[in-house]
């Protein structure tokens, strides 16, 4: 499933390939938001395009779950055929979304009984259920279901929250041996917040159950900078180098190079999109938020580098369409954005290759802070 082809002589950075059943992955990998079945605002076909060469992104188990349902997505044979992706989709659990949309959850040994966000519903997610969810889907990549404790949590929850995430997981073991559909890969979850040593024993004892690959969860729910990256230092060592390691829900790019720079393989996140609908742009200088009345006669394009739907559009025609709610303006945005991301991507497997990754990251690192100093 995964090959490790390169490491970098000054960092953690790795260079890899995923081999799954809808496609090849380089790795380091950016993976697209596409939540309920669709990178918002974004076909398919522009996904696929040399332009974004997207080999895999991710959906949301909770949301499809909910809407549309199995019983949809079943007699469609899943989501690639509902959705007309021929490419890879990683799926998550929906436990984070249960965790911070559902409303009225109860947290039990069996899973977690909650209710409808949309309209009420009573609804059940186990550690069964969600790969049984997950199997309907047709993912390439399950993640077992975990509780993401809340930030800043004290040690005692996170203690408890951490022996029901292991146990969940040693069920989702159980029903994987018995269920496994052919092509389906699963990654256990790393949790325990911001204790080193809790992060150290989920890392050793999710090892032990020998999943595909491993993700470090609870990243991204308010903790500092310093507090994500030691989080992922404590869980790296423990985690098996022949298998890839992916960080859940990150992030902003310079926290996606320093985490290269820490052993960290695969990445997802909803900024590129969800900030692009918002008029801001991505640069290798920080952020442009084309809002801001300053772009207002500024002719320059976007950045040195862009989506070509989005070359020759300048900053002052972008900022028009974004001020009258234009949607050529947040799809122009999105593919740049996503551009900017899969091509930082492209830029970090590059420097490993060439063996000048920890410079290239502090390089970027710099010229990036610098610019929003």
């Not at 309920?36 to 959906?59: C, F, N, Q, Y």
């Not at 997610?125 to 077992?144: C, N, R, W, Y």
């Not at 996606?256 to 290798?284: H, K, Q, S, W």
């Amino acid at each position: 499933m995964f090959t490790l082809l390169q490491t970098d002589p000054e960092s953690k950075a790795r260079r890899g390939r995923l081999e799954l059943a809808h496609a090849t992955v380089e790795t380091p990998c950016f993976m697209p938001v596409g939540t309920r079945g669709t990178v918002k605002s974004v076909h398919p076909a522009e996904l696929l395009d040399p332009a974004l060469d997207t080999r895999i992104i991710l959906g949301n188990t909770y949301h499809l779950f909910i809407r549309p349902g199995t019983e949809i997505l079943g007699s469609f044979g899943g989501l690639h055929r509902f959705m007309r992706w021929d490419r890879a989709i990683l799926t998550d659990s929906g436990g984070f979304q249960v965790f911070s949309l559902a409303k009225l959850r109860q947290i039990k040994e069996d899973g977690v009984h909650f209710r409808s966000h949309l309209d009420g519903a009573a609804l059940f997610l186990g550690p069964e259920t969600a790969l049984e969810v997950q199997k309907v889907i047709g993912s390439d990549i399950a993640m077992i279901l975990d509780e993401c404790p809340p930030a800043g949590c004290g040690r005692d929850y996170a203690e408890q929250s951490l022996g029901l995430t292991q146990r969940w997981a040693e069920r989702s073991r159980d029903w994987i041996e018995a269920h496994r559909p052919e092509g389906q890969r699963y990654f256990g979850i790393v949790q325990g917040s911001t204790f080193a040593d809790l992060r150290e024993k989920a890392a050793r004892d999710l090892v032990s159950l020998d999943f595909d690959g491993y993700a470090i969860g609870g990243l991204s729910v308010g903790e500092s900078d310093p507090e994500l990256f030691a989080a992922v230092e404590a869980a790296e060592p423990h985690l098996p180098v022949e298998k890839p390691r992916y960080a859940m829900g990150l992030g902003q790019p310079d926290q996606l190079l320093e985490l290269i720079g820490r052993g960290v393989d695969m990445f997802d996140c909803v900024l590129p999109t969800r900030v692009a609908r918002n008029g801001t742009a991505y640069t290798a200088d920080g952020t442009l938020n084309l809002k801001n009345q300053k772009h207002e006669k500024d002719d320059r394009p976007l950045a040195e580098s862009t989506h070509p739907l989005c070359e020759g559009f300048s900053r002052g025609y972008l900022r028009h369409l974004i001020k009258n709610d234009e949607i050529l303006g947040l799809r122009l945005l999105t593919l740049h954005n996503l551009h900017f991301y899969l091509d930082l991507m492209k830029q970090a497997r590059r420097a490993i290759e060439a063996g000048v990754f920890a410079h290239f990251r502090a390089d970027f690192v710099r010229r990036y802070r610098d610019a929003a100093a």
